[in-house]
């Protein structure tokens, strides 16, 4: 009987102290992560880890009382047998009452955990976005310089970026004060992301002025965008407590080019940024990799004849090599890279859902003026439990280590990834087809299958699930997204461990592409 309330104390002990420390060391790093951005963002992480500081103190205190209640009941027990049976079951069901309550307390502490979980989640939906302006902040546009980047280097898709700075703005501020000046900067978000499209990434930089990446666009074609949108500002007024205020802006606008990384890119704008507000403001001028010149106000022989395009070919991309015939001249296929789950990777941390979907929205689109093509992969994730049903549960930890693992090997730095809700990741999958986003998809699907939790049993496996869309003519992004939650839903209908896809119409097993692929070649 000793032996049975030892490891009953022994057990519960041991997961309440292991469930309050794990949450604790993982909120405390994350809140970390967070307090580092910004001053707001970190006042949030202090309050949060104040609560979950709360949470584990108390929960500490809970498992404190509770070993010193088994351990007295434990003494009672020993001396109890020398009385009889029924001092024994008594004590018994004390140790049971005491347990029940031990774990009440634990559900207690797993929902405000959740609720902890939830708050932590909007805060780093917030830390993507601009609060005053509700535009894309700067660590946002930093992520999507990066993709942008990363799909011109393999794909040749130019892009070109433009700086906006507010023309004496302090002035502002100084005359009407800062409440006024805040107004102003939201407004003019308001007219900058409409005067740009829809695929465009418009950004609070800092302060007064904001940036725009626009894709597929060339330096030619931006300088004209950008010369529409100063228009509309010098002819805008702005009212506030009665006045009438009359703003202006000076722009700088360069292309991306051959070898260039982002740094660079940000810095030869900035320089025709520079020479805008020195040529007087209220200006435009660009740069196109060798000098900088004037785009507005127009003087004769000032800006250079647009030459034409470069043609960049594409390079070598293995991961894309899938596409090419046998016979082609790029050779036969190459396969997907194996999958290593153990390297890390910068999946990781995924971006949040809302900025997932603004992400489909820009790609949509860019899609419908004549950009390229992309896929929607909805991976979601589910535990076997042993035995002979091996019934399906919903994974139980974050999957963002796990899918961030898995994808290590077959994701490029132009792919974006989410948490699209609990236990299914979003992966976003530029220029590529339905068969080559099928492919990825039954890779991870497989590798998810071999996967084995390093702090867990053996026994325990894993499953995906997995819908995949790739965009068509009908598509606004909300459809998108609606398709590939439908194939997933069908994935999971048909026992899991399974892909799906749907071709706009129906929801079809990732085999169903393969075989019609086959028969058309």
Same mark, same amino acid.
């Given at each position: 009987m000793e032996s049975i309330v030892n490891v009953a104390m022994y057990g519960v002990t041991t997961a309440a102290l292991g469930a309050a420390v794990a949450c604790w060391l993982g909120w405390l790093a994350f809140g970390r992560a967070v307090a580092a951005r910004a001053n707001a963002a970190? /006042?949030?992480?202090?309050? @949060?880890?104040?609560?979950?500081?709360?949470?584990?103190?108390r929960m500490a205190?809970? @498992?404190?009382?509770?070993?010193? /209640?088994?351990?007295?009941?434990? /003494?009672?027990?020993?001396?109890? /047998?020398?009385?009889?049976?029924?001092?024994?079951?008594?004590?018994?069901?004390?140790?049971?009452?005491?347990?029940?309550?031990?774990?009440?307390?634990?559900?207690?502490?797993?929902?405000?955990?959740?609720e902890q979980a939830e708050e932590i989640a909007t805060h780093a939906a917030e830390a993507r976005t601009d609060a005053l302006t509700l535009l894309a902040n700067r660590r946002a546009f930093d992520d999507e310089l990066a993709r942008r980047l990363a799909e011109f280097r393999r794909q040749g898709r130019v892009f070109t970026l433009v700086l906006a700075d507010l023309d004496h703005f302090k002035r502002v501020n100084d005359a009407n004060g800062h409440q006024v000046g805040d107004d102003v900067?939201?407004?003019?978000?308001?007219?900058?992301?409409?005067?740009?499209?829809?695929?465009d990434v418009v950004a609070r930089y800092g302060g007064e002025e904001f940036a725009v990446i626009l894709p597929g666009t060339n330096l030619d074609e931006a300088c004209q965008a950008v010369c529409?949108?100063?228009?509309?500002?010098? =002819?805008?007024?702005?009212?506030?407590?009665g006045k009438e205020i009359a703003l202006t802006a000076s722009f700088g606008v360069a292309q991306v080019q051959l070898d260039e990384d982002g740094t660079t890119l940000i810095t030869r704008a900035d320089k025709a940024l520079y020479a805008a507000k020195e040529d007087g403001r209220n200006a435009i001028f660009g740069q196109d990799g060798r000098v900088v010149f004037r785009v507005y106000p127009k003087k004769e022989d000032s800006l250079p004849p647009c030459?034409?395009? =470069?043609?960049?070919a594409a390079p070598t991309d293995p991961w894309m090599a899938g596409r090419a015939d046998a016979d082609s001249p790029q050779g036969p296929a190459v396969p997907l890279p194996e999958v290593n789950p153990i390297d890390p990777s910068p999946l990781a941390h995924l971006a949040t859902r809302t900025s997932f979907c603004q992400m489909i929205r820009n790609r949509t689109a860019e899609w419908k003026r004549g950009g390229p093509t992309f896929s929607v992969a909805l991976i979601e994730i589910s535990q076997l439990r042993p035995g002979d049903d091996c019934r399906r549960v919903p994974f139980e930890d974050s999957v963002a280590p796990l899918v961030g693992r898995l994808l290590a090997g077959l994701v490029r730095e132009m792919d974006a990834a989410a948490e699209?809700?609990?236990?299914?990741?979003?992966?976003?999958?530029?220029?590529v087809g339905l068969d080559e986003a099928l492919? @990825?998809?039954?890779?991870?699907?497989?590798?998810?299958? =071999?996967w084995?939790?390093?702090?867990?049993?053996d026994a325990a496996r894993y499953v995906a699930s997995v819908g995949v869309v790739e965009v068509m003519k009908s598509d606004d992004f909300l459809s998108v997204l609606r398709r590939a939650e439908a194939a997933l839903d069908e994935a999971d209908r048909q026992g899991g461990n399974q892909t799906y896809y749907h071709d706009g119409n129906r929801c079809l097993p990732s085999q169903a592409a393969f075989q019609w692929a086959s028969s058309v070649a």
């Open positions: 970190a /006042q949030k992480a202090a309050e @949060v880890l104040v609560r979950l500081q709360e949470l584990a103190a205190l809970d @498992v404190d009382e509770h070993n010193s /209640q088994i351990a007295s009941l434990n /003494q009672e027990l020993i001396a109890a /047998q020398a009385h009889g049976p029924a001092a024994v079951v008594d004590l018994v069901a004390r140790l049971v009452e005491l347990n029940r309550r031990m774990y009440d307390r634990l559900v207690s502490l797993e929902e405000k955990l959740r900067l939201r407004d003019v978000a308001r007219l900058l992301r409409r005067r740009f499209r829809d695929m529409r949108a100063r228009e509309a500002l010098e =002819q805008s007024r702005f009212h506030y407590g030459e034409p395009l =470069q043609e960049i699209y809700s609990p236990g299914c990741v979003a992966l976003l999958l530029p220029g492919r @990825v998809a039954d890779r991870v699907r497989e590798a998810v299958a =071999q084995r939790h390093p702090g867990k049993n």
